[in-house]
């Protein structure tokens, strides 16, 4: 099972990522963790420089980086994972670049499209989990986690838009209704994590 987990920065979705593999390890589940971008050597040094703050980058760039990290990620990690019957746990995923990018960025919603398209092969999650939070929460969230380091420059972006993703978020959910799962990120983490283990029994 491909499992992904989507939501603005400092929405939660690591943290309920992270809580739902020690369930799934403890059943005796085999699991596999990803992030996006990252998890190869390839896509983790695109992601240095997708996040550097020493770095400006153009939106069409920047998908195309995202596409590509994207892409070394399936074939290397994500296919044969999935044809070795294991659950495979993604801190972002294909969604992000539509909302990030395409919503965020405001580019062009085809070329978002074919790009995705290109960079997954086909392969799409069983279940993605959007935490919803409102923008004021999410950043609260982010100043107040120990440890923290500087914003990076995607959550720099500023206020509007990560508004235009988060609505992103909304209008993904609302076309494709049987995948994604919207869940109510204003809540203790505790609440969000039993809904989601509830939920995924149903699926399962």
Do not use: W
């Not at 603005?8 to 992270?18: F, P, R």
């Not at 982010?142 to 235009?164: H, K, L, V, Y």
């Amino acid at each position: 099972m491909f499992i992904s987990f989507e939501g603005i920065d400092g929405s939660g979705k690591s943290t309920q990522l992270s809580m739902l593999r020690d369930v799934l390890e403890a059943e005796g589940r085999e699991v596999v963790t990803i992030r996006e971008p990252g998890a190869t050597l390839l896509s983790e040094s695109i992601r240095e420089i997708l996040l550097s703050n020493k770095q400006t980058i153009t939106s069409t760039a920047e998908l195309l980086l995202f596409s590509s990290a994207r892409t070394q990620l399936v074939e290397m990690i994500i296919e044969p994972a999935l044809r070795e019957g294991k659950v495979i746990l993604c801190d972002r995923y294909v969604d992000s670049t539509t909302a990030y990018q395409g919503y965020g960025r405001q580019l062009n919603m085809e070329d978002v499209r074919s790009c995705n398209n290109i960079a997954t092969r086909g392969v799409m999650p069983h279940v993605t989990f959007f935490i919803d939070v409102a923008y004021e929460q999410a950043q609260q969230r982010m100043q107040f986690t120990p440890g923290s380091a500087e914003p990076d420059r995607m959550e720099r972006s500023g206020r509007d838009f990560f508004e235009r993703v988060r609505q992103g978020y909304v209008e993904i959910a609302r076309m494709d209704p049987k995948r994604f799962v919207v869940i109510d990120g204003h809540r203790q983490r505790e609440e969000i994590h039993e809904e989601i283990v509830a939920l995924l029994a149903n699926v399962s």
